[in-house]
């Protein structure tokens, strides 16, 4: 299990909108960029998102 995952980008606002249409998917909120410009999308476990999907592939 990954507790994150970092992934480079020369873009961030792609990458943003790219991720974040994949994350809505799987039922999760929009990232956030922080003052140093960095890309974060937070899931919680507690969501149940993971076991749906272990449970349903």
Known sequence: MFSHIMVGSNNVIKYKRFYDAIMRTLGYEEGVIDGSG?????????????RDLLKNP
């Open 38 to 50: 960095r890309l974060f999308h937070v899931t919680y476990i507690l969501k149940g998102r993971l």
